[in-house]
Nanobody, 116 residues
Framework: QVQLVESGGGLVQAGGSLRLSCAASGSRFSINVMGWYRQAPGKQRELVAVIRRGGSTNYVDSVKGRFTISGDVAKSAVYLQMNSLKPEDTAVYYC??????????WGQGTQVTVSS
């Protein structure tokens, strides 16, 4: 089992920045991908960014150039630096981890609210 704990959400004005953190505990040795998802009210959960054990990353188009995912998957710590935030970035952000067997784990979520 893997437990994920997020921190760093909050309320910020448009154009501001926030940094989310996620730390994993438990059977961390088998994790090979970590990422961030978000879910806005009335919408489906969407992938924001992922980072793999080798360090490669991917982003959803809407955050490219504004958000940066970083961290060390081997150490089970991942961060999301969010700059130039927009009201449409408002959502609950979830940390995720996938292990080598393809099992997904989720954090409890942290609220990010961007005011206009």
């Amino acid at each position: 089992q893997v437990q994920l704990v997020e921190s760093g959400g909050g309320l910020v004005q448009a154009g501001g920045s926030l940094r989310l953190s996620c730390a994993a505990s438990g059977s961390r040795f088998s994790i090979n991908v970590m990422g961030w998802y978000r879910q806005a009210p009335g919408k489906q959960r969407e992938l924001v960014a992922v980072i793999r054990r080798g360090g490669s990353t991917n982003y959803v188009d809407s955050v490219k150039g504004r958000f940066t995912i970083s961290g060390d998957v081997a150490k089970s710590a991942v961060y999301l630096q969010m700059n130039s935030l927009k009201p449409e970035d408002t959502a609950v952000y979830y940390c995720s981890a996938k292990n080598i067997l393809g099992l997904d784990y989720w954090g409890q979520g942290t609220q990010v609210t961007v005011s206009s």
